[in-house]
T-cell receptor, first 114, second 112 residues
Framework: KAGVTQTPRYLIKTRGQQVTLSCSPI?????VSWYQQTPGQGLQFLFE???????NKGNFPGRFSGRQFSNSRSEMNVSTLELGDSALYLC?????????????FGPGTRLTVL | DAKTTQPNSMESNEEEPVHLPCNHS???????IHWYRQLPSQGPEYVIH???SNVNNRMASLAIAEDRKSSTLILHRATLRDAAVYYC?????????????FGKGTKLSVIP
């Protein structure tokens, strides 16, 4: 079974631009979560989608948004990029009840904002 | 989510057992104890989870204190591949709690 895939793996943008990251969950997984990882803040939860609906959202500004499609693939968008948005963005999928089932993480997208 | 406390770092010799402690004194009755690890340059990886009883799987064992205020992840024979940051996370079982709240974790170094 293929794992969680994320594209692109690396991205360089400049301040003020916007970016879209993509995540394909493991086949059959309906829950997709997004996390941001930085050296200073560690791993922080962004949001979680289930059956195309956002079920939970972390404490991030509205510039960070996401969506999920009917095939469970998910995208996250960051608008008006800031230098502090440079981070590793991780996507994780799980079968359904993420509170008890394990989450499977992708390799991440490394975003650099110049 | 309730908080966990872990040592910042630990060292182990290769092929020796490793006991990684985690304190969670404010755990509630419905919180599950999850462990994830993150190898260098990779996304986190699920290791094990439990509620009250000790748990074993092919990767590790989880020993949970009787009062559930602490737990220990046990790697029976550390290998170089086990060098990673290990995160102990409490997960509520109720609806609406779908995120993982990561702390700083324990960085495990394995000495050949």
């Amino acid at each position: 079974k293929a794992g969680v895939t994320q594209t692109p793996r690396y991205l360089i943008k400049t301040r003020g631009q916007q970016v879209t990251l993509s995540c394909s969950p493991i086949s059959g997984h309906r829950s997709v979560s997004w996390y941001q990882q930085t050296p200073g803040q560690g791993l922080q939860f962004l949001f979680e989608y289930f059956s195309e609906t956002q079920r939970n959202k972390g404490n991030f500004p509205g510039r960070f948004s996401g969506r999920q499609f009917s095939n469970s693939r998910s995208e996250m968008n960051v608008s008006t990029l800031e230098l502090g948005d440079s981070a590793l963005y991780l996507c994780a999928s799980s079968l359904e009840v993420a509170g008890r089932n394990e989450q499977f993480f992708g390799p991440g997208t490394r975003l650099t904002v110049l | 989510d309730a908080k966990t406390t872990q040592p910042n770092s630990m060292e182990s010799n290769e092929e020796e057992p490793v006991h990684l402690p985690c304190n969670h004194s404010t755990i509630s009755g419905t919180d599950y104890i999850h462990w994830y690890r993150q190898l260098p340059s990779q996304g986190p990886e699920y290791v094990i989870h439990g509620l009250t009883s000790n748990v074993n799987n092919r990767m590790a064992s989880l020993a949970i204190a009787e009062d559930r205020k602490s737990s220990t992840l046990i790697l029976h024979r550390a290998t170089l591949r086990d060098a990673a940051v290990y995160y102990c996370i409490l997960r509520e079982s109720g609806a609406g709690s779908y995120q993982l709240t990561f702390g700083k974790g324990t960085k495990l170094s394995v000495i050949p």
